[in-house]
């Protein structure tokens, strides 16, 4: 159920279906020209398909005029209150505007935005928020808090349509996730408008996080959802970018860098995994390549859990071992588990992403695992041969029941 329509922000399509743009803001004072173009820097590394900044004085729009053409992803202008502050950011070559009609200042103002935003084919962000939501609202806020949000996005958008103006995509904002929710649910069927989903001021890095991710991700995996910002309380903007990219990559929606997989592990570990997995997950961002990789803690179960991870690794007391697609590669000493395993992947992309097996470390490792595995565990090997064992007597037992009676006979 993506968006109908499609607007372009810069060179990036938001909505008709085009992936996710994963978005973030900057937390330097805009004006301040070298910082805020260190942090866009870090934010386009990261991962961000487009970047928003404040521009709340004139100092910031004169800065939005280099950090526009210094800038290597789009950039959005984020305006309150102050409708010639809009205009100029449009005239200072923004890729898109932010501004929420009900606060700039009348209808006549926000045609004025909309005039030259079509002179100049910018693209506008519009929306509502639900702490400043119009007068005439406030009854309906108390009794119905979502409505009154998609009544106050609709309201909105007959306003831009009104003046002509269809170039937009829309976001309601709110702090509580279950409307946040309900609220998108019920536009994304009302207008053909793309949506920009966030849950605002979700909280810190580990509160925000968990909120922006049911919120988003309950959205998104009904389909609802152009563009994305994850509000986090840290200075640091990548890590919105980096929290945005784990819900898609766990809704499967866009593919970037490896995923890690790692077991929640139990009174079974016998070594540091919390080390090993910091360290895996920190050696990982080298690399850009989907490639999944597993991190188990102990053999118990074998590796049929992480069967599909491209490679892995498990661990016991003393030793451990490399595995890749649920094959075992070789046997290492726990302390150089890491570092061997990167060398496996390394050896990966160089020989043109074909592992490389050595068939006497391959048997080695096997041993290891077949006297590490506990053998009463239900490993997914085991649960497959007692299927199998299962279908056969079931297939036997067919085969011996009479045609005529329907009756079984006893088997010897
Ligand atoms: S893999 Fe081993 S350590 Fe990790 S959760 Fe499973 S049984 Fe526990």
Redesign the pocket.
């Given at each position: 159920m993506a968006s109908e329509r499609q607007i372009n922000v810069g060179p990036v399509a938001i909505g008709g279906g085009a992936p996710v743009a994963v978005q973030t803001m900057t937390k330097t004072e805009t004006a301040d020209l070298s910082a805020t173009m260190a942090q866009i820097r870090r934010v386009a590394e990261a991962g961000a398909d487009i970047v928003r900044v404040a521009v709340p004085r004139d100092r910031d729009v004169e800065a939005l005029k280099t950090i526009v053409r210094d800038s290597p992803i789009p950039v959005i202008a984020d305006i309150h209150f102050n409708h010639t502050l809009a205009l100029k950011a449009l005239e200072a070559g923004a890729h898109c505007v932010r501004l929420n009609p009900g606060n700039i200042g009348g209808p006549d103002k926000v045609a004025e935005v909309t005039a030259l935003a079509t002179r100049l084919g910018t693209p506008l962000r519009v929306g509502v928020n639900s702490g400043s939501l119009p007068a005439h609202l406030r009854q309906l806020e108390y009794d119905n808090p979502v409505e009154a949000l998609v009544t106050a996005a609709v309201e909105t958008v007959e306003l831009m349509e009104r003046l002509d103006f269809q170039n937009f995509k829309v976001s309601m904002k709110s702090t509580s996730v279950p409307n946040t929710i309900a609220a998108n649910r019920l536009l994304s069927v009302r207008i053909p408008y793309p949506l920009h989903l966030g849950v605002t001021e979700a909280g810190t890095k580990w509160s925000g996080s968990l909120k922006s991710a049911v919120g988003l991700g309950t959205l998104l995996a009904d389909g609802i959802g152009d563009t994305i910002r994850i509000s986090l309380s840290t200075f640091h903007a990548e890590e919105e970018v980096k929290v945005a990219w784990e819900i898609l990559k766990a809704l499967k929606l866009r593919e970037r860098g490896p995923v890690l997989i790692a077991?929640?592990?139990?009174g079974?570990?016998q070594f540091d995994m919390d080390m090993v997995v910091a360290e895996v997950e920190r050696r990982l961002e080298d690399y850009e390549d989907p490639i999944e990789v597993s991190v188990?803690?102990?053999a118990?179960?074998g590796i049929g859990e992480a069967r599909h991870a491209d490679f892995g690794i498990t661990g016991a007391k003393d030793m451990g071992m490399i595995y890749s697609k649920g094959e075992p590669l070789k046997k290492v000493p726990t302390e150089k588990l890491v570092d061997e395993l990167f060398k496996e992947i390394d050896r990966y992309y160089a020989a043109g992403k074909v592992v490389q097996r050595d068939e006497r470390a391959a048997a080695e490792a096997r041993e290891w695992l077949s006297e590490n595995e506990d053998e009463t565990a239900m490993t997914p090997e085991r649960m497959a041969a007692l299927e199998a064992a299962a279908a056969d007597d079931a297939a036997l037992l067919d085969e011996s029941v009479s045609p005529v009676a329907g009756r079984r006979f006893t088997r010897a």
């Open positions: 077991c929640p592990t139990c079974r570990l188990l803690g102990c118990v179960n």
